[in-house]
């Protein structure tokens, strides 16, 4: 019974179904009917004109943004535990070719203005320091909290008073509007986002994300930059297809509602005072001692070690009932 990662979780067989449809010959790269059908989807689902690219991971998705975002000599504001300063590899900084990463602080990895504030107002107007360009937010956050579009709202509000721009990770983006109950649009454009990572893989998709862009004259460069960082894919279709597979009569988000659900089930078990992070996504949080975490692990669930005293479990959009059940109970019964 795994609950270690959203990442292992199977492929949806409508994502299955739509790339055996796709095994025909077609243009290459981005070319194909389905990848130049992407725009048109996302446009409608986010109520306004948009642009978007598919790339393979979220790690080049969130690179790519960022590199369009923030030149060389500047930087990009971000959380401390954000995926992109501590997951990535160095990645945004190879991808923008040195940008500085510029941590800040907020609890259950959340940024909000005054925690970005704190750190741009410190840095002096002058040429020994580098200057921020960007923020990027994450949303669902690493512990698994989620921003509402008046909390989004307000850091569009600081990035437009500091010229600066806004990038959002929505490696679980599903998980975060199905949590909130919102429009797409409402937090994000609406909210002065500028770029989303719009997670798939986690929720149902094989090798496939997508780049929104809300200021479509940012693709036309993030594209060539695709190219550049060997991500133009040759059957790129197949890529396009998992997308529309998934933007297909809400699915994403009905994948992202059962994650959710499961998730608070788990929670339920668990109790509110094993918690270390109210669960508003897939992600569970939990006080653990070394021998609670040995007994779970004997009868069978799969789980990471978190900080000491503490673990991780995750949620799938398609994760058994049983399982879920099982380790709600199991968790109670400690």
């Known amino acids: 019974m795994r609950f270690f ?46 642009a978007a690219l598919w790339v393979a991971t979220g790690t080049a998705a969130n690179s790519l943004a960022l590199g369009a975002l923030c030149p060389p000599w500047r930087g990009v504001v971000c959380h401390r535990d954000a995926h992109i300063n501590n997951d990535e590899a160095g990645a945004p900084e190879f991808f923008t070719h040195g940008a500085k990463l510029m941590p800040a602080e907020g609890d259950g990895a959340k940024l909000t203005p ?12 002058d040429v020994h320091r580098v200057q921020p360009a960007a923020i990027s937010i994450t949303n669902a956050t690493e512990y698994g909290l989620v921003y509402t579009p008046d909390e989004v709202a307000a850091i569009g509000a600081l990035a437009r008073a500091r010229g600066l721009g806004l990038h959002m990770d929505g490696a679980r983006f599903a998980n975060a509007v199905a949590s909130v109950g919102c429009a797409p649009a409402d937090v994000t454009w609406r909210a002065g986002v500028d770029v989303l990572s719009f997670g798939f893989v986690k929720n149902g998709g094989m090798s496939a994300e997508a780049l929104v862009f809300f200021g479509p004259e940012l693709a036309a460069e993030v594209a060539i930059r695709r190219k550049r960082a060997g991500h133009l894919l040759s059957k790129g279709r197949y890529l396009a297809a998992q997308i529309h597979a998934l933007l297909a009569d809400d699915l994403w988000l009905a994948h992202g509602r059962a994650a959710n659900d499961a998730a608070a089930r788990i929670a339920r078990g668990a109790g ?50 049983g399982e879920v059940d099982a380790l709600a109970a199991a968790l109670a019964a400690l």
């Not at 005054?114 to 107007?125: H, N």
């Not at 992070?277 to 001692?289: C, G, K, W």
């Open 114 to 125: 005054e925690a970005i504030a704190a750190v741009i107002d410190l840095i002096a107007d």
């Open 5 to 50: 990662s959203d990442n292992a979780a199977p492929v949806s067989d409508a994502v299955l179904a739509a790339m055996a449809a796709a095994n025909a010959a077609d243009a290459a790269y981005d070319g194909d009917a389905l990848s130049r059908r992407l725009d048109d989807a996302f446009s409608d689902l986010f109520e306004t004109r948009v």
């Open 272 to 321: 509110a005072a094993r918690l270390v992070h109210p669960v508003q996504a897939n992600e569970i949080f939990v006080r653990l001692s070394e021998a609670e975490a040995a007994a779970l692990r004997a009868q069978g669930f799969g789980f990471h070690d978190w900080a000491p005293g503490e673990a991780r479990f995750v949620t799938s959009w398609n994760q058994a009932e």
